[in-house]
């Protein structure tokens, strides 16, 4: 429905390459939805190797499978878990906190809000990919 209902932004010290960080960004959000009880999740990632690794049932013989391995793992504590693809353009207010989160040099949480500099991101995220 376009709304952003909880976001985090953490700092992780010496991550090998973007597929780690990404791979990272899904085990932080899937516990960050844990921690606050959630049932049911959708997690927008940004990176459609990484969503594709974790939602693939093959054996991952990839650098990051240990990552994806657990992010399946936390996926099951869930009644429901979808991952979804949102690419660069469709994925502005990540982003925008997560360079919010690196100037700030420190971890950030939102619940049922996303910061100031984001709001406007998401309105135009969800149309980018859910288009009226």
Not at 14 to 26: G, I, N
Not at 50 to 71: C, P, R, Y
Request: aromatic share 10%; proline share 3%; net charge negative.
């Amino acid at each position: 429905m376009g709304q952003t209902l909880v976001a985090c932004s953490r700092l992780t010290s010496w991550v090998p390459s973007a597929f780690a960080a990404e791979a990272l960004a899904v085990i932080h959000g899937l516990r960050f939805a844990l921690d606050l009880d959630f049932q049911s999740v959708i997690l927008d990632g940004g990176s459609r190797s990484v969503i594709q690794k974790i939602v693939d049932n093959g054996k991952d013989l990839s650098e990051i499978s240990t990552l994806t391995w657990e992010a399946k793992e936390l996926a099951k504590s869930f009644r429901f878990c979808r991952f979804h693809f949102v690419d660069r353009s469709g994925n502005k207010a990540a982003h925008a906190m997560t360079r919010d989160g690196l100037r700030r040099d420190e971890d950030r949480f939102w619940v049922e809000e996303v910061p100031d500099l984001a709001t406007v991101t998401v309105d135009d995220d969800y149309r980018s990919v859910d288009p009226p």
